[in-house]
């Protein structure tokens, strides 16, 4: 049962250009969205989160969109540099809960120079 | 550096052992959450502490499968009896709070590879 569904697991961006990652869920309940960029035999790292009550939330070239009645979020990067080149994670959790984050299984970017 | 500090940072153990994981959570933080990734997967969460409690183990296997988060000292994940299918990374997380807004912060994690 995966409540979290990054559909593409990977993506090629050349440099300077824009990068969308998309994340779906299922879970009606999930009220708080984050993205994590994760490099080979490192931990993940928090780049960006999102309340349910808001649809936009922006830092620096990382922006997260957040439609609700699509149950979709995406992580827009812009513009793409080769240090982008990671395994980003979309994860969610509920308020309801106990905020355990239920993650996606992972999109790899590649940033072109 | 105040992070997560997870160790070791690779474990090798034949099957039948124990493994034992352990997590410094970061400075001021008090809860706890473990998490295991297996190759080509998201992370799978496992169970989620404070100190001296555990709040939600809905992600632990029923069997072989520990965790405590002690008044003094590190986090452990214990698992008894290792068996191949527990070869994985185990990534433990920190937020200062639980139940609210604040991202939690991994560390590198544990590499385990069972023999």
């Known amino acids: 049962d995966q409540q979290v569904k990054q559909n593409s697991p990977s993506l090629s961006v050349q440099e300077g250009r824009i990068s969308i990652l998309n994340c779906d869920y299922t879970n009606s309940m999930f009220d708080y969205f984050l993205w994590y960029k994760k490099y080979p035999a490192e931990g993940p790292t928090f780049l960006i989160s999102?309340?349910?009550?808001?649809d936009k939330n922006e830092d620096g070239r990382f922006t997260v969109f957040l439609n609700k009645s699509a149950k979709h979020l995406s992580l827009h990067i812009v513009p793409s540099q080769p240090g982008d080149s990671a395994v980003y994670f979309c994860?969610?959790?509920?308020?309801?809960?106990?905020?355990?984050?239920?993650f996606g299984t992972g999109t790899r970017l590649k940033v072109l120079a | 550096n105040a992070g997560v500090m997870q160790n070791p940072r690779h474990l090798v153990r034949r099957r039948g052992q124990e493994a034992r994981l352990r997590c410094s959570p970061m400075k001021g933080h008090s809860h706890v959450y473990w998490y295991r990734q297996l190759p080509e997967e998201g992370l799978k969460f496992m169970v989620y502490?404070?100190?001296?409690?555990?709040?939600?183990e809905s992600g632990m296997p029923k069997e072989r499968f520990s965790a405590e988060f002690p008044k003094e000292g590190p986090s452990i994940l214990r698992i008894q009896q290792v068996v191949r299918g527990d070869s994985a990374a185990y990534f433990c997380?920190?937020?200062?709070?639980?139940?609210?807004?604040?991202?939690?912060?991994f560390g590198d994690g544990t590499r385990l590879s069972i023999l």
């Open positions: 997380a920190s937020s200062a709070q639980g139940r609210s807004n604040q991202p939690q912060h």
């Open positions: 994860a969610a959790s509920a308020s309801s809960g106990t905020y355990k984050y239920i």
């Open positions: 999102i309340s349910s009550i808001k």
């Open positions: 502490l404070q100190k001296e409690n555990i709040i939600d």
